[in-house]
């Protein structure tokens, strides 16, 4: 059974820093992409960063120059580096392994910045105050 466990969420004042780990379990084997999602009341989920198991990065718009994505395969986990916190980014955040191989096909991209993931956590919750 896979298991996603996010930690590190809380509440921080705006310009504060959050680092949120991932740590996965019963996967076959190191997924070859995974990433953070996040959910805003009242919005959909929206991708914020995922990485290649080559290391390679991507990010969305309002998370370059703030946000860095690690992962260490060898302590199964992911890692989120949130600096420059502003309250717009309060939110439920979401690990998720594994895309969906078809719609990976679909879309023509190897770790996509959208929701088609096969795996995700129950997500920790971040929280920036004005």
């Known amino acids: 059974q896979v298991q996603l466990v996010e930690s590190g969420g809380g509440s921080v004042q705006a310009g504060g820093s959050l680092r949120l780990s991932c740590t996965a379990s019963g996967l076959p084997s190191s997924p070859i992409c995974m990433g953070w999602f996040r959910q805003r009341p009242g919005l959909g989920r929206e991708g914020i960063a995922t990485?290649?198991?080559?290391?390679?990065?991507a990010y969305a718009d309002s998370a370059k120059g703030r946000f860095t994505i690690s992962r260490n395969d060898a302590e199964n986990t992911l890692y989120l580096q949130m600096d420059g916190l502003q309250p717009e980014d309060t939110a439920m955040y979401y690990c998720?392994?594994?895309?969906?191989?078809?719609?990976?096909?679909?879309?023509?991209?190897?770790?996509?910045?959208?929701?088609?993931?096969?795996?995700y956590g129950q997500g920790t919750q971040v929280t920036v105050d004005s």
């Open positions: 990485i290649e198991d080559d290391g390679t990065a």
């Open positions: 998720a392994a594994d895309p969906n191989p078809a719609l990976i096909q679909v879309l023509g991209q190897r770790c996509p910045l959208s929701p088609i993931f096969i795996y």
